[in-house]
């Protein structure tokens, strides 16, 4: 059941893809989806890109395999490019969750690969510290905390993501 | 500090600190000696007798080999001040000689057993439990390191970028859990595919600023190095296949899950518990039950024997033809001992975790995929095979043969996979 409905959500995520759909767009949408409540049960951690899966990343290459998606490697040897696949059409998504993950589109399926990344990694840092820290100083934290594992981009970056985040009600 | 100086079969000398060495001493690692890193295999195998106290050691050697070499050709760009690379240089250590210590009896072979904690898990909570984490602590003055900053290596909700970083160089896809179990398994199982260039995968380390334009620093492989990484990835293919997956290995894996399920039921919780369950209280326990069926197949090395086997790389079709015959098994056998085995894995995870190798002309990353024919070649392992006692083993073959060849697609007795061996 469980795999069914994560087949059936990262279907659902390409078919409704506004920019070019990579891997990492796709661990971070998938991450924005679980945490609207979606059960996927994907184990999340930090990595280069921010949070990550590696169970995720595996079935993406399941899936690929399988015909459900189609994972290309870009032609300049780096990245991947994620469409829906011959099979696709098998998996459909119950309306309950369909509508969560219009809305996760909605809100950030224009986001570049950039944007995504810094969003997510502001989400689970604020997530892991907000349980520590009193919350006047949490946004302060957050900022630093993401500058040091994010240190190419700027601070006005990681402000104006946490904003956006904010304005969205996810933090 | 003074050094301590210990014998290793792979590195020569492993060098530990008196911290390190007061690590080693607790009863924590110290059971490591007593889990056999390869659980039963030394019944096939008889040299694979090797536990996972020398291969943590090991694994703790490879991982400062490999951030010595990348402090060395990188120091100016990660901007590290010499505090800084040592704290981090010492953090990696202790992680890496300490990831094992919550491993089950029999290592992954009874991982299945509940509670069903990931190992990880459990190591994480022996280092923040004493007498572990007193001693990590006693770092914390000249290093500033905790045992809960080594903890955080085995947490999900690691937020520290250094970490991040130095968790690369300990479990990543070129990784030094890896470069340690694979050349290991293969010195004491005496099966020489597991052997590969180790020093001149370590020598081809750099870091690379991440193409996918998140701008950290990710590790890949000079492209001088490819090909010691391709002997990397087909060790651990043939390994799998000749050791990790050899049939009577599987059949042992069978036989301990099953009495450990009967007679352990599951592992305790309370690391106090824990620490006593190595493979020396189970082999008691089983000659306590000596007359289980499982343990006698154990400690009479009488196991279930292979009546058929599916090739290493089956198909959709191949699938789905096993699946028919395993029901049809279980109709027309129900009198006869059969168990199933499933023997799957990913020769690599480079779909999972994406690694670049530089291109010799102009310096710039590809992916590893696309560079190397070899490994982009190598098919998942899928492996599918019916096991029976030796008596029941020729007509539980006759009849999967036959069944597996009629049922062919296409031409009749196109896939004979099997025989009596």
């Not at chain 1, 169970?55 to 399988?66: F, H, I, K, P």
């Not at chain 1, 994972?71 to 309306?95: H, M, T």
């Not at chain 2, 020598?203 to 890949?220: K, R, T, V, W, Y």
């Not at chain 2, 042992?252 to 106090?272: A, G, I, M, Q």
Request: proline fraction near 4%.
């Amino acid at each position: 059941m469980q795999k069914e409905l994560r087949v059936a959500v990262i279907v659902a995520l390409a078919q409704s893809a506004q920019t070019r759909l990579g891997k990492t767009q796709v661990q971070k949408l998938v991450y924005f989806a679980q945490n609207s409540a979606v059960p996927l049960e994907y184990g999340y951690e930090i990595y280069h890109y921010g949070p990550y899966s590696f169970d995720l990343a595996r079935e993406l290459g399941s899936l690929d395999a399988l015909g459900v998606l189609n994972v290309e490697s870009d032609p300049n040897g780096f990245g991947f490019d994620i469409s829906v696949g011959k099979f696709a059409e098998k998996f459909k998504l119950e309306a309950k969750y369909q509508r969560k993950i219009e809305k996760v589109i909605d809100q950030f399926g224009r986001d570049t690969a950039a944007q995504l990344e810094v969003k997510a990694t502001i989400h689970f840092v604020y997530s892991v510290i907000k349980k520590r820290i009193p919350s006047g100083k949490i946004k302060a934290e957050v900022i630093k905390k993401v500058g040091a594992l994010k240190p190419r981009f700027t601070e006005v970056f990681i402000r104006n993501c946490y904003s956006d985040l904010e304005k969205m009600d996810w933090i | 500090m003074q050094m301590k100086e210990v014998r290793d079969p792979i590195h020569g000398f492993i060098y530990f600190n008196e911290t390190e060495m007061k690590i080693v001493n607790t009863p924590t690692f110290q059971r490591l000696r007593y889990i056999r890193q390869l659980a039963l295999t030394y019944l096939v195998y008889p040299g694979a007798e090797h536990s996972r106290f020398a291969h943590s050691m090991g694994v703790m050697e490879f991982a400062t080999k490999m951030f010595d070499t990348l402090m060395m050709k990188h120091l100016g760009q990660l901007r590290w001040n010499k505090a800084r690379v040592n704290r981090n240089r010492q953090l990696l250590r202790l992680a890496a000689l300490l990831h094992d210590t919550g491993h089950a009896p029999f290592s992954h072979a009874s991982e299945d057993l509940p509670p069903g904690i990931k190992h990880e898990e459990i190591s994480r909570q022996f280092i923040l439990a004493q007498p572990v984490s007193s001693l990590i602590n006693e770092f914390k003055r000249a290093l500033g390191i905790t045992a809960h900053d080594v903890a955080s290596f085995f947490s999900a909700e690691n937020i520290d970028p250094d970490v991040v970083f130095l968790k690369g160089i300990f479990a990543g896809e070129i990784d030094a859990d890896k470069l340690d179990y694979l050349y290991r398994d293969s010195l004491f199982s005496g099966v020489h595919y597991g052997r590969f260039d180790y020093q001149r995968l370590i020598q081809s380390l750099c870091l690379i600023e991440d193409p996918e334009g998140a701008g950290n620093l990710i590790m890949a492989i000079e492209h001088g190095g490819l090909h010691a990484l391709e002997a990397m990835v087909l060790a651990r293919y043939f390994m799998f296949t000749q050791v990790y997956f050899h049939k009577i290995r599987r059949a042992y894996d069978h036989h301990l899950l099953d009495f450990l399920r009967k007679y352990v039921k599951k592992y305790p919780t309370s690391l106090k518990e824990y620490v006593k369950y190595d493979d020396n209280r189970i082999f008691s326990l089983m000659r306590t039950h000596s007359r289980d069926e499982d343990a006698k197949r154990i400690l009479t090395r009488n196991p279930f024997v292979q009546a058929f086997t599916t090739p290493e790389h089956i198909d959709e079709e191949q699938r789905t033809r096993f699946n028919w015959l395993q029901e049809t098994l279980r109709r027309e056998f129900r009198d006869t001992k059969i168990f199933y085995d499933a023997a799957e894995k990913s020769p690599h995870k480079f779909e999972k975790i994406e690694t670049y190798v530089l291109s010799p002309s102009t310096g710039a990353p590809s992916l590893v995929q696309a560079e190397s024919g070899i490994i982009r070649g190598l098919k998942n392992i899928e492996q599918y095979r019916v096991f029976t006692p030796k008596e029941s083993k020729q007509k539980v073959h006759n009849f999967c043969t036959q069944f597996w060849n009629d049922h062919a697609a296409g031409a009749a007795g196109a896939t004979a996979a099997a025989g009596p061996n």
